[in-house]
């Protein structure tokens, strides 16, 4: 092999830290060729940073545990050996290795290979570029480069063996072509079709894996979702998303940048995913995909409240007038105050939707300013039936006697409250829950 030297733009970008330049001068002074691999160096070639910066060495694991200090066998049985850091941070170092057996997901893997090897078992030629720090030399035998630069995701070798071989490489493409917005070259697209029947193969977990990870990383989620629904990985493996609607996918493009966190934004996304079905059947499907019961909860929750809200919110927000504070209040009491901003956030992304496909939706800014304020009113007001000045004990103390009666006079007592917060006074409350039960 005669490696090409990279050129001087992408080669600026080709800078492993240090410590990684360090580790791979290790293994080579004791004699074993070992290269930069895998996403890190693709993320550099395309100007990404990136954290991770896995290196390939002929070295098998006891040769690389022998030659460093501190060490993790992280995956040792696939020839896999943490290398850690002054700092702490663990860099992965792995043999080359063939695969002498595979079923659709597990493979068996064998040492003793070649990089050449080692790069023709990776899932995509952007995937398959190797850079040597200490020569600062790329190799790149299946041509990852030229497919970085005409922006498509294609499968090392033949397309149809390797995902035959592990079918979660179908996925990783859908992943792949929606992050960094490329195209899928129509051989490996083909590939991905005849996979789909096939998924079932894939463990829940490792499914749940995929969904979120590209909930988390991929900037047009709603383009993933869609090559999920086209290729057929939906109908497949999430039943109830198989003919998910534009809409919602687009509604999934339109959620904000995360307002704190990352997986703070992946929920959500997760939630708008989930909002065209009914709550119950969104549950089922979580639950199917082994998310957490806490999860399933969640999302359920939120999807009540959007459930309850979404056609009143569509009618108040295109209204000639805003939505008063009492109608607001109204609003966060039927989510429950935690889940407010969720459903705000999912309306303004389906809003959003909406007007992008032409259907009737709420002018974004009159969205936005009642949004600001039902987040105002929301943690500042009585808004539940918890808030009152007044319980359940208190009612009883005044007479009024426990079962379904009281549950009416706190749901009238808190209407009370909802249309001016200065009533939830004691005094006044007991006055007025005496007034309800004469009424009754
Ligand atoms: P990310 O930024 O998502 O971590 P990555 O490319 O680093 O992207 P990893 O899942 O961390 O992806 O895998 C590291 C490398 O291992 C890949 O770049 C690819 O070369 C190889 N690889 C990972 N999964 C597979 C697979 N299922 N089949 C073949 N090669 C794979
Ligand atoms: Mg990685």
């Given at each position: 092999m005669t490696p090409a030297r990279a050129s001087d733009a992408a080669q600026a970008r080709l800078a492993p830290p240090p410590l990684v330049v360090g580790i791979a001068r290790t293994l080579r002074d004791a004699g074993?060729?070992?290269?930069?691999?895998?996403?890190?160096?693709?993320?550099?070639l395309l100007g990404y940073a990136h954290l991770d910066w896995d290196l390939a060495t002929a070295a098998t694991p006891p040769q690389v545990r022998a030659l460093f200090k501190r060490t993790v066998p992280v995956g040792i049985e696939f020839g896999t050996v943490g290398v850690l850091d002054a700092d702490n941070t663990m860099h992965e170092v792995t043999t080359f290795r063939r695969d002498v057996k595979t079923d659709g997901r597990h493979a068996v893997v064998e040492f003793g290979a070649s990089l050449d090897e080692d790069l023709a078992r990776r899932d995509f030629t952007i995937n398959a570029i190797a850079y040597d720090p200490l020569g600062e030399r790329v190799y790149d035998p299946h041509h990852g480069r030229e497919d970085?630069?005409?922006?498509?995701?294609?499968?090392?070798?033949?397309p149809g063996d390797r995902m035959r071989e592990d079918r979660l490489r179908a996925l990783r493409a859908l992943r792949f072509a929606a992050r960094f917005d490329f195209e899928i070259d129509p051989p490996t697209w083909r590939a991905v079709l005849d996979s789909a029947p096939h998924l079932?193969?894939?463990?829940?977990?490792r499914v749940k894996q995929e969904i979120e990870k590209t909930l988390q990383q991929v900037g047009r989620v709603g383009r993933a979702m869609r090559l999920w629904r086209d290729s057929g990985a939906f109908a497949s493996l999430v039943p109830a998303l198989a003919n998910i609607s534009e809409g919602t996918l687009l509604s999934l493009e339109a959620i904000p940048p995360p307002a704190n966190t990352r997986s703070d934004r992946a929920m959500q996304r997760l939630i708008a995913l989930f909002a065209e079905l009914s709550p119950r059947d969104a549950e089922r499907a979580l639950r199917d995909l082994r998310f957490s019961n806490k999860d399933v909860a969640w999302v359920g929750s939120v999807l009540r409240g959007w459930d309850a809200l979404h056609s009143e919110m569509l009618v108040a927000l295109t209204a000639y007038a805003p939505p008063t504070d009492t109608v607001l209040r109204r609003w966060?009491?039927?989510t429950g105050r935690t889940r407010a901003r969720s459903v705000w956030r999912l309306a303004a992304a389906r809003a959003a939707a909406s007007a992008a496909l032409g259907l009737p939706a709420p002018d974004?800014?009159?969205?936005?300013?009642?949004?600001?304020?039902?987040?105002?009113?929301a943690f500042r007001d009585p808004v539940e039936v918890g808030d009152l000045a007044v319980d359940g004990h208190d009612l009883q103390s005044a007479g009024i006697v426990a079962g379904p009666s009281m549950k009416v006079v706190l749901s009238r007592l808190l209407d009370f409250v909802l249309e001016d917060p200065a009533r939830n006074v004691r005094d006044q409350l007991l006055a007025r829950a005496a007034a309800i039960v004469r009424e009754l």
């Open positions: 074993f060729e070992t290269w930069c691999v895998g996403g890190a160096v693709r993320d550099a970085l630069a005409r922006r498509v995701v294609r499968a090392v070798g033949t079932g193969r894939l463990s829940r977990e966060a009491g039927i974004a800014r009159v969205l936005a300013s009642a949004y600001r304020r039902a987040m105002r009113v």
